[in-house]
């Protein structure tokens, strides 16, 4: 995250305080991406947060409890972004009115600070996610053998674009998490329930024992975009979604999603 960062004025802010903690939390967040990226999660102090966001130690500790506190929040309005990311680049061409395809930079900045202030966010994105999955399934026939796994390779694409483009978020949700431990549980487990119900949804999977594959495809993805981000090499993520949707195409064939043909 290394676009411009907004500033507040000098002085009494005439932005509602609502507003002063929005652009604060998100220049935390961008801040504690960046130092994590140079140092690592156990190496990092808040210290090191707070001089490269440019606030003091008491607008910090007004919104974090901790190093753990402020990595769990961060992590959730990053998460936020990358799926809001996703479901931009699904999203059919006559519904993109938002314009997402600005500065990734900026639109993890923007998009996790407004995630983590607004509070029907979670509500908003299961729709979100039902929507394109709802999308993605009227674009193929019910006839056409392989819907299913051309609709996977469109998603799982996406994703991989997605992390390429904003490489230091993609590094806190699938590096630095694992060293932050349990504190990031509470959040990350509803963030990947949101994600299965995508894929679920890509692949008009209905029953429970498609739902657990979904969810060992996931657990595949995440394990090797993991690798090559943990590497920095951008470049493994093509032979990445290659390999995923070879092997989900076998799947699909074999009728672990529920499918027949």
């Known amino acids: 995250m290394t676009t411009p960062?907004?500033?507040l004025p000098r002085g009494r802010s005439a932005l509602p305080v609502d507003q002063?903690?929005?652009v604060q939390r998100g220049r935390v967040y961008a801040a504690l991406a960046d130092v994590l990226a140079e140092k690592g999660y156990v190496a990092v102090t808040v210290q090191d947060v707070i001089r490269r966001a440019g606030v003091s130690r008491q607008t910090f500790?007004?919104?974090f409890d901790s190093k753990a506190d402020c990595f769990a929040a961060a992590y959730q309005a990053a998460g936020e972004s990358l799926l809001g990311?996703?479901?931009d680049r699904l999203a059919p061409p006559a519904s993109d009115a938002g314009g997402a395809g600005g500065a990734s930079g900026t639109a993890t900045n923007g998009k996790a600070a407004q995630a983590e202030a607004n509070a029907g966010g979670e509500e908003s994105r299961h729709e979100d996610v039902a929507g394109v999955g709802?999308?993605?399934g009227a674009g193929a026939g019910a006839g056409e053998r392989?819907?299913?796994p051309h609709r996977f390779e469109r998603l799982v694409s996406a994703y991989l674009l997605a992390l390429a483009?904003?490489?230091t978020t993609a590094r806190l949700c699938l590096v630095e998490a694992f060293a932050a431990g349990p504190d990031v549980l509470p959040v990350r487990a509803p963030l990947y329930d949101t994600v299965v119900d995508l894929v679920a949804e890509t692949l008009g999977?209905?029953?429970a024992e498609g739902r657990l594959a979904c969810r060992m495809v996931l657990a595949a993805t995440t394990a090797l975009a993991t690798s090559a981000v943990a590497d920095g090499d951008p470049g493994q993520l093509d032979a990445i979604g290659t390999e995923l949707t070879r092997y989900v195409r076998r799947l699909w064939d074999a009728g672990v999603f529920g499918t027949s043909h």
Do not use: F, I, P, S
Request: glycine share 12%.
């Open 20 to 22: 002063v903690e929005l």
């Open 134 to 136: 709802a999308g993605a």
């Open 146 to 148: 392989n819907g299913g």
């Open 85 to 87: 990311q996703v479901l």
């Open 5 to 7: 960062q907004r500033k």
């Open 61 to 63: 500790y007004q919104y």
């Open 165 to 167: 483009a904003d490489w």
């Open 205 to 207: 999977v209905t029953d």
